[in-house]
């Protein structure tokens, strides 16, 4: 185990050490390492959308009428059966 004061905080010598305790990992630490990191890459891509709807919105992109009529086009293309 890697105490805190032990981990280096430039990048090059954390992902060594990172990568280091990655390959002790039993199978399923592995598991649940990679929906820890699909969760943090999630979270960054909800975010970065976030802005981006924000800056829409702020530049008249996303009006509720603009909404509204793309809703009225997408439906009338993709009718309900």
Request: glycine fraction near 2%; charged fraction near 30%; proline fraction near 5%.
């Given at each position: ?50 802005e ?14 603009r ?13 309900y059966?």
């Amino acid at each position: 185990m890697v105490k805190p004061m032990d981990i280096p905080s430039d990048a090059p010598s954390l992902k060594k050490v990172l990568h280091e305790r990655i390959e002790q990992l039993s199978v399923s630490k592995l598991s649940l390492l990679n929906r820890v990191l699909l969760q943090l890459e999630a979270e960054e891509l909800a975010a970065n959308l976030d802005e981006a709807f924000d800056a829409d919105r702020k530049a008249g992109k996303l009006s509720n009428e603009r909404i509204q009529g793309i809703i009225a086009q997408v439906r009338a293309e993709h009718p309900y059966r």
